[in-house]
Nanobody
Framework: QVQLVESGGGLVQAGGSLRLSCAASGRTSTTSVMGWFRQAPGKEREFVAALSWTRGNTYYADSVKGRFTISGDNAKNTVYLQMNSLKPEDTAVYFC?????????????????WGQGTQVTVSS
């Protein structure tokens, strides 16, 4: 199994920035995709961004494109989500996830392992 631990969440005012980290351990592989999802109370878990270690590409949800940046440090088995120009609607629990393979997917069911999540709250 793969263990994922998110960190970096917190409370920030609208327009501010946060940087989330996700450290992976266990049966890690560079033949994988790591992604970020978020879930607000009463809403479905939604895709935010993902990075393919294999192909080196990234993909973003339209709602965050231009504001969020996903990046990775292969040596540390860690991915980051730099969140800028935060809006109140970005408030959610943010989850890190990993799937084995090379293709980025956007449905939660397509990911194999999940972290416990970190709360991001954006105040207005």
């Amino acid at each position: 199994q793969v263990q994922l631990v998110e960190s970096g969440g917190g409370l920030v005012q609208a327009g501010g920035s946060l940087r989330l980290s996700c450290a992976a351990s266990g049966r890690t592989s560079t033949t994988s995709v790591m992604g970020w999802f978020r879930q607000a109370p009463g809403k479905e878990r939604e895709f935010v961004a993902a990075l393919s270690w294999t192909r080196g590409n990234t993909y973003y949800a339209d709602s965050v494109k231009g504001r969020f940046t996903i990046s990775g440090d292969n040596a540390k088995n860690t991915v980051y989500l730099q969140m800028n120009s935060l809006k109140p609607e970005d408030t959610a629990v943010y989850f890190c996830a990993v799937r084995y393979g090379s293709v980025i997917r956007t449905r939660p069911r397509e990911y194999d392992y999940w972290g416990q999540g970190t709360q991001v709250t954006v105040s207005s």
